[in-house]
């Protein structure tokens, strides 16, 4: 597609579900991010996904959090068991895998996840 | 570990007034560097960016920034507001490992 697309736009849902939050890259693009929104704070960052590499998932907060990513393309971050403070807005952003220079990252418009 | 840190949490300026947001970084080599624009309920765009070169970098809507090593600083600007510029503004700096890290932000309120 022509951008980040991101899916559910809006997800409310009952302490102790499980919720999934989709994302579909740039076509072609073969990073992709994961980051973390929460009111009044910056960004922070989740999970890295870059081609057919072991993924980076050192700002995962918690073992409940966790994210795939099928055949390079489409991923899914799924966090179990949701807390209040999961309360945020989840951006995605994919970039093309630079052979000089950077194309930057090009980001969704983010899945708002309210936990009530 | 690099980390950007951005001063300011919240700006108001006059439209028509010039703007200035600081921002400087903590990264051990030589950064590459980012600015980006989120307005209400909108994902994050592009403003511009920095790798090498011509120290002063020109973006979109009218928005410069410019690399000041000595400072570690990549503080971003713009002559003259519009109303539209209210946004927040976030700057960026990745790491050789390809990971973004991003300051806290700065709300930019734009009055009449």
């Known amino acids: 597609g022509a951008g980040v697309s991101q899916s559910p736009s809006n997800k409310v849902t009952e302490k102790g579900k499980d919720v999934e939050l989709r994302c579909d890259p740039i076509s072609g693009h073969t990073a992709l991010y994961w980051y973390r929104q929460s009111l009044g704070q910056g960004l922070e960052f989740l999970i890295y996904f870059q081609g057919n590499s072991a993924p980076d998932k050192s700002g995962l907060p918690s073992d409940r959090f966790s994210a795939e990513r099928t055949g390079g393309s489409v991923s899914t971050l799924t966090i179990q068991r949701t807390q209040q403070e999961d309360s945020a807005v989840y951006l995605c952003a994919s970039s093309p895998r630079r052979t000089q220079g950077d194309s930057g990252y090009t980001f969704g418009s983010g899945t708002r996840l309210t936990v009530v | 570990a690099q980390s950007v840190t951005q001063p300011d949490i919240h700006i108001t300026v006059s439209e028509g007034a010039s703007l200035e947001l600081r921002c400087n970084y903590s990264y051990g080599a030589t950064p590459y560097l980012f600015w980006y624009v989120q307005s209400p309920g909108q994902g994050l765009q592009l403003l511009l960016k920095y790798f090498s070169g011509d120290t002063l970098v020109q973006g979109i809507k009218g928005f410069e920034a410019e690399f000041k090593r000595s400072q570690s600083s990549f503080n971003l600007r713009k002559p003259s507001v519009h109303w539209s510029d209210a946004a927040e503004y976030f700057c960026?700096?990745?790491?050789?490992?390809?990971?973004?890290?991003f300051g806290a932000g700065t709300t930019v309120t734009v009055r009449a």
């Open positions: 960026a700096v990745r790491s050789n490992d390809y990971k973004l890290s």
